[in-house]
């Protein structure tokens, strides 16, 4: 089994920024494609940014791009995302999941395995 588990998010007003963080242990982590997806009240997750085994490979949302950064550290057994240039509608509980499926393109969330217990991000108007 994997553990995930996420640190950071909070609150921020629009044009600001924020970063989230998340940990795993248990099996090795390079062996997993890694990725954040979101949730907002009321809305189904979707996803936000995937990054390959190696960290060679990232994919974003088109809503995201440019704003936001995924990167891995595999010696720190760390995933993180950072947000700049926030708007209200990234407002959402941010979630860490792993795959074991190979590739950075990976946006279905059926298509990971693991998942973290969710971090709130709050951006204001």
């Known amino acids: 089994q994997v553990q995930l588990v996420e640190t950071g998010g909070g609150l921020a007003q629009a044009g600001g920024s924020l970063s989230v963080s998340c940990a795993a242990s248990g099996r090795t982590f390079s062996s997993f494609t890694m990725a954040w997806f979101r949730q907002a009240p009321g809305k189904e997750r979707e996803f936000v940014a995937a990054i390959s085994r190696s960290g060679g490979n990232t994919n974003y949302r088109s809503s995201v791009k440019g704003r936001f950064t995924i990167s891995r550290d595999n010696a720190k057994n760390t995933v993180d995302l950072q947000m700049n240039s926030l708007k209200p509608e990234d407002t959402a509980v941010y979630y860490c999941?792993?795959?074991?499926?190979?590739?950075?393109?990976?946006?279905?969330?059926?298509?990971?395995?693991?998942w973290g217990q969710g971090t709130q991000v709050t951006v204001s108007s």
């Open positions: 999941a792993a795959s074991m499926q190979i590739g950075a393109y990976l946006g279905s969330a059926m298509l990971y395995d693991y």
